[in-house]
């Protein structure tokens, strides 16, 4: 589905009511599971009082909804019809195209796959549909998610990954995880809970030395005595005829160069080993046109895992506690991000550009350290850019990233990122060279936390996000502002600032796979002073002709369409904020030495503290996995 067109869907999807308040991240799993359809004049979509067999969105034409023989009202394009049907289980209108229409229709069985298969998803369907009769199945599955793990990466401790990751999910959300293996003695074992929180089982093996086989009984019995969220196979197999395998996880070293398997219908996600000794760096910058069809719904986005795999051979890993395990914080980092991808709790901030401004970024950035609340992902523009670099290149093997951004303002108020702005006018080679000197050669490849500058490629027209090649690169890229800064050239493409095809990059978090979106619009609008007018039409005239006042609308101009542009992407996210406008934000925006001025006002932001305590609420919230009354629920409870 071409992204302008996901866009337009997503947004007409949001106004049904009952899923206002969904993540985007759930309501594009949504769409996976639509029908385009098309309806000839006066055909009738459904009927009052008809079982609801699922429902539609309307994209062109015009539908009227009737009652008891009643026009009640005509639907516009944009329209959610029957939602709230699949709650009631019968229609409460009939609708009828009232022209030649086209649309969206979610099927029941489709929508309920959704809700009942996925119990590492957000509970947003699940608490809406708690109480909508399910379709009928003669041999329902187990409401727990199964998930196999297997490697590519040469003398991979995989067993002991198994089990630090489903300690880290234990110990941080209280998920309820289910670790099966197979049984040394050839039998079976019942379910024991270890001290970390993990319950563990063996399944017997056919003949000696072959897998585990676990039974679509057994998993179920299991799923009623114990009520996991997950089901983690570590080298067994599922027999049985139903497809009981909900995602495979892959460990890899390239994504780009590993042939994914798609076994079924069964969600692959790769997750990408970096060895911290020995990172691989490209050279050459590259990235991949934004706008486009999105990938194969099979293979979820790729995660990094940046460890030395080698060390847990040291490591005594059993049923103790995970504090007791002796892991370092660069591990205990390295898990928790993993332990966030396999249960779909992965946090995105698009951050947009402003030149100072830039450092409300900095301020959010230390107020969700502060608050621990994770940042798997930023996407961002420009001076946006800066920032996530000088945040994401220092926050590695455990490390914060705060010391990059009290380097960042030290580089502004020391007047060295100003020099840097000024000769990026003959070459912004200068702008790449202050980000080496501070960060070093790391490569966009290799940092834990997902680092996707956008530029705009002017020989093709498109928004690339950037995510191979050096770091300080991809900021110089995304940052070359055109007619001010010199382009960024990198054969055949020719970047410039990626503001001016996506402000704020939202929409590359959601395609890279972030469950909360946090977007930052901090480039505030100017407005024109009203000036005096001269009465007559004669003096009127030659004022529109003031060659300066048009340069000054012209300005002006430019501002407020990089901020309204911004606005538009950040429909996308969870969560944003819109700065309000300010007195010359252009001129502002290059002093640089006005970073301090700019934290401050940051800091006295009440909007801006309002939504960090919002994001902050989302993500208690995905982090518990709260049910309809503020109790933990999973498995069979949850659905």
Known sequence: MPL?????????????PALRHTSNTVLLQMLDVAWDVTWAKDTVLCEEGQEAHGFFLLLEGELEAHRDGELLLTLRPGTPLGFEALMGGH????????????????????????????????????????????????????????????????????????ELVAKV?????????LLVRTAESGSDELPVKGADGVLRATVPASEPGAPGRLSVARLRELAREHDPHYVFLDGCQVTGSAPLVDKHVLLVTHHENTRVPRPGKDRVLPTVVIDPRHPTREAELRGRPHEGPRADAHVLPPCRLRM???????????????????????????????????????????????GVWGFYHVHILRWLVEHRVP??????????????????????????????????????????????????VFTTYSLEHLVTQDLGAVGLEELPIRFLPVATDLTSGECVALERGPVARGVRASGSAPGLWAPTLVPPARYVDGAFTSMVPASVLVSAGADLVFSSNIFPFGLRETAWMPESRVGRFL????????????????????????????LMADVSYDIQSADTPLRTAMEFTKARDILKRAASDEALAWKLTELRAHWEQMRLHCGPHGRRCGGQQAA
């Not at 945040?391 to 100003?418: I, K, N, Q, V, Y």
């Not at 006042?549 to 538009?568: E, F, I, P, Q």
């Open 169 to 177: 999910i234990t110990h941080d959300f209280k998920d309820r995880v």
């Open 4 to 16: 302008d067109v996901q866009r337009r869907r997503l947004y007409a999807l949001k106004r049904a």
């Open 91 to 162: 229609y409460s209108v009939t609708a009828r195209a009232a022209t030649a229409c086209k649309g969206l229709f979610f099927p029941r069985d489709g929508v309920w796959t959704l809700v009942q298969a996925r119990a590492g998803l957000r509970q947003d369907l699940k608490r809406l549909l708690a109480h909508a009769e399910p379709p009928k199945q003669e041999d329902p599955l187990p409401q727990v998610e199964v998930v196999t793990f297997a490697s590519e990466v040469r003398d991979t401790p995989l067993s002991e990954l198994i």
């Open 375 to 424: 940042v798997d992902f930023i996407s961002s523009s420009s001076m946006g850019s800066l920032v996530g670099a000088y945040f994401c290149g220092t926050a590695l093997d455990g490390h914060s990233g705060l010391e990059g951004l009290h380097r960042l303002e030290e580089r502004a108020m020391s007047h060295r990122l100003s020099l840097a702005a000024m000769a990026a």
């Open 308 to 354: 030395d795999l080698r060390r847990l051979a040291t490591l005594k890993v059993d049923a103790r506690p995970l504090t007791e395990v002796g892991l370092s914080p660069a591990e205990r980092d390295a898990l928790s991000r993993w332990a966030r991808a396999i249960t779909h709790r992965r946090v995105g901030l698009a951050l947009s550009g402003g």
């Open 543 to 570: 004022a529109g002709l003031n060659p300066v006042s048009r340069a000054l609308d012209l300005v002006a101009s430019g501002v407020l369409l990089l901020h309204r542009s911004g606005d538009a992407e950040s």
